[in-house]
């Protein structure tokens, strides 16, 4: 089993958890307005005044056989959305309840 851990812009919520319930990625835990910046052209996602807007992150284990599929439609979406600001990891499980 793998874990992908996704932090992106917040307004972009639901399209996300939409995507993934595609390959029948259906579970998934949620972080609502983080901060960060990213590490190469982000702008500041801080939640204040000066940048306002947030971030979200989700976490999903799923299949080793549904990662790539999964990373695709990450991929797919990040490019549609450039403002998006998607970034994912992909991590093993070593062992889950």
Not at 56 to 74: G, P, S
Not at 86 to 91: G, I, K, M, T
Request: hydrophobic share 45%.
């Amino acid at each position: 089993m793998k874990a992908i851990f996704i932090a992106y812009n917040q307004a972009f919520n639901m399209e996300l958890a939409d995507a993934l319930e595609t390959i029948d990625c259906k579970g998934f835990t949620m972080w609502n307005e983080i901060t960060g910046r990213g590490s190469e052209t982000g702008e500041p996602h801080l939640g204040n005044h000066a940048w306002p807007t947030l971030n979200n992150a989700m976490l999903t284990v799923l299949d080793d056989a549904k990662v790539d599929a999964a990373m695709e439609i990450l991929d797919s979406k990040n490019k549609e959305y450039p403002q998006l600001g998607l970034r994912a990891f992909v991590f093993n499980i070593e062992k889950a309840l």
